[in-house]
């Protein structure tokens, strides 16, 4: 069965640009998380959504955005990039919205901002 | 709100030798708690969790750890590593009352397996 799938896998970008990263959950499970994770330190939740609806926002300026389509992939957004924004970002999936589940991390999508 | 702190930000360790990652946390109120790995260029996953019951869990790969609320601590143990067992570690908390999925981890813990 197939995992969290995340795209593009790296990507490089100019500050003031705008990017969209994706995130296919594993079949069947209903909620998204995003979490940024800066070269040293650990993941720092951005979003999560559950049935296509925001359940959680972490504390990312409003440049930042997500959605859930659907068939519960998701994008986030990042607008007026800031050389800051370099990171890698994980997206989660799991089964349910609670907090007792297990998270499925993918890959991630490493973002670069010269 | 909660905080995170692994104690070590590097642990090298010989192969077959006993481990132990330190993780404390600080939180106003109960909370779940999380030991992720991620092996170089993947994603983490999860090794085990700590919801209610006994106060030592065991996960995958020959991990267990054990909750002390009285010292807010959930360290990580594995009596032998292995050179597989080299990668990051992250502990991490969340609320009982969070219906965000907001997990907070902790900055890591390179654990290096020498042969």
């Known amino acids: 069965d197939a995992g969290v799938t995340q795209s593009p896998t790296h990507l490089i970008k100019t500050r003031g640009q705008h990017v969209t990263l994706r995130c296919s959950p594993i079949?069947?499970?209903?909620?998204v998380s995003w979490y940024q994770q800066v070269l040293g330190q650990g993941p720092q939740f951005i979003f999560q959504?559950?049935?296509?609806?925001?359940?959680g926002r972490g504390n990312f300026p409003d440049r930042f955005s997500a959605r859930q389509f659907p068939n519960y992939s998701s994008e986030l957004n990042v607008n007026a990039l800031l050389l800051g924004d370099s990171a890698l970002y994980l997206c989660a999936s799991s089964s349910t919205g609670a907090n007792t589940g297990e998270l499925f991390f993918g890959e991630g999508s490493r973002l670069t901002v010269l | 709100a909660q905080s995170v702190t692994q104690l070590d930000s590097q642990v090298p360790v010989f192969e077959e030798a006993p481990v132990e990652l330190r993780c404390n946390y600080s939180?106003?109120?109960?909370?779940?708690l999380f030991w992720y790995v991620q092996y170089p260029n993947q994603g983490l996953q999860l090794l085990l969790k700590y919801l209610s019951g006994s106060t030592l869990v065991k996960g995958i790969n020959g991990f267990e750890a054990e909750f002390n609320k009285s010292q807010t601590s959930f360290h990580l143990r594995k009596p032998s590593v292995h050179i597989s067992d080299t990668a990051e570690y992250f502990c991490a908390v969340i609320s009982v009352y969070n219906q965000g999925g907001k997990l907070i981890f902790g900055q890591g813990t390179e654990l290096s397996v020498k042969p």
């Open positions: 079949s069947g499970h209903k909620s």
């Open positions: 939180s106003s109120v109960s909370v779940y």
């Open positions: 959504y559950y049935e296509k609806e925001e359940r």
